[in-house]
């Protein structure tokens, strides 16, 4: 990206970037988004509904000049500020025909959450900055809410990013309400944009793959062909199997773990998982009772340089997402790209926005698939064939410096944020 030139960013106008939380480990994709927009000519303000709780940051979140507005994350715990906030709104001309529409929402969904978002848009709009010409939310749930009642009480326009959990857990009628009133959406994979588009037809839903930067992802120091040369049968060379994610059902940690429980005996592996999460504790569990605790890693959530130090090492990248419970899934995860990028051979689920990338047998391997049909045979495979993960690997760092370059999405990303801010 070329370097930001503060004369165009006088004519491209100010925007605030609502997120959930501000920064976070797990969605670096947003702070190279605020990054690549800022080097674009854009003065962005970050709008944040909750306090940060990663003991680390990333260097992208360094780059990053934008301010950021910390809103109340429990009304409670602020009520002047939020008092204040609702007596100035008193005096807008959008406040009672909001107040109605929450009211109205309320009703459908009688939650605290609910009263928080009202709250939240409160303080957003009392304490924005004058300047900002358009509200821009990531994700469709909370932060969408909150950007929607702000817009509203501000009487400015107002875009949307759409992700994975946000699109599968938000009741459809909110989702139509959003997608129709917001000048338009982006979303990051051509799946959950399609859906979007069937769901509510008179929307603007743009597909906008997140891509990576590639600036920072110069060639590795060794070759591929010199770091695909273990096959798992020297127990003092094991392979390195290894996994980034949040340890949410979700993402199917367990799944490895119990497919890793099936792997011969006379196979060398080592597996490390990087991440936090709610299922930590249990993961760990499961993997003494699996006979797996000699050769897993637990490493918890770390800085993006020791992230990237293991995905150079690792032979294989593994991620068997799934669709949870509560509906929740993944759309195309960036670690996959970065993995790729890394030079890692991939091996993952067939799910829709993951096949955008990986087709299988040639930029990775996808279980639960015609000649693939366990997981335990697929990860036996890539173990045992140093010249498969080679070849897999050479072909999905290709096409993630083919087709998934952030800096295209990036300038159709503030040629849409140009057209909403003249609008």
């Not at 990663?54 to 934008?66: F, N, Y």
């Not at 199997?241 to 890793?260: C, F, P």
């Not at 997981?375 to 993960?389: E, K, N, T, V, W």
């Not at 800096?407 to 849409?416: F, I, V, W």
């Amino acid at each position: 990206m070329p370097p930001a030139d503060p004369d165009r960013a006088i004519g491209r106008g100010r925007v605030a970037v609502v997120v959930k939380g501000y920064p976070r480990l797990s969605e670096t994709f947003v702070a190279q988004e605020i990054e690549g927009l800022e080097h674009r000519g854009f003065e962005l303000d970050i709008v944040s509904l909750r306090h940060p709780t990663d003991e680390h940051i990333h260097p992208v979140h360094e780059r990053v000049r934008a301010s950021v507005l910390y809103l109340p994350e429990y009304l409670h715990d602020e009520p002047l500020r939020v008092a204040r906030a609702l007596l100035a709104s008193l005096r807008g001309k959008r406040f009672w025909s909001t107040f109605l529409l929450w009211l109205a929402h309320l009703r459908r969904d009688p939650t605290r959450n609910r009263l928080r978002r009202f709250g939240q848009a409160l303080v957003l709009a009392h304490e924005i900055d004058p300047a900002v010409r358009l509200l821009y939310g990531h994700f469709l749930h909370t932060p969408a809410s909150v950007t929607f009642y702000a817009a509203r009480l501000l009487e400015r326009p107002f875009a949307l990013s759409a992700h994975a959990k946000d699109i599968w857990t938000t009741p459809e009628p909110e989702l139509r309400e959003k997608l129709s009133r917001a000048r338009w959406t982006v979303c990051c994979t051509r799946t959950n944009t399609e859906h979007l588009r069937r769901l509510c037809p008179q929307a603007r839903v743009h597909l906008l793959y997140h891509g990576l930067d590639l600036r920072h992802w110069p060639a590795a120091a060794r070759t591929l062909e010199q770091r695909h040369e273990r096959d798992g049968r020297d127990p003092n060379a094991p392979v390195l199997i290894l996994s980034v994610a949040r340890a949410v059902e979700k993402k199917g940690i367990d799944d490895i773990l119990r497919t890793l429980a099936t792997l011969p005996d006379d196979l060398h592996w080592r597996f490390v998982h990087i991440g936090g999460g709610e299922l930590i504790d249990d993961l760990r569990t499961l993997a003494a009772a699996s006979g797996l605790e000699g050769r897993t890693s637990w490493l918890g959530a770390q800085p993006r340089a020791v992230v990237m130090e293991h995905m150079r090492q690792a032979d294989i990248f593994c991620l068997l997402a799934r669709i949870a419970g509560s509906g929740d899934r993944d759309g195309l995860p960036n670690v996959l790209l970065e993995a790729a990028m890394a030079g890692a051979a991939l091996l993952t689920t067939p799910m829709d926005g993951i096949r955008e990338f990986v087709e299988h047998e040639v930029t990775g391997l996808l279980t639960q698939t015609d000649g693939c049909a366990r997981p335990g045979d697929a990860l036996a495979r890539l173990i045992s064939g140093p010249h498969l993960r080679r070849r897999l690997a050479m072909a999905a760092r290709a096409k993630v410096m083919e087709r998934f370059d952030a800096s295209a999405g990036l300038d159709r990303l503030a040629g849409l944020l140009d057209e909403a801010i003249a609008r």
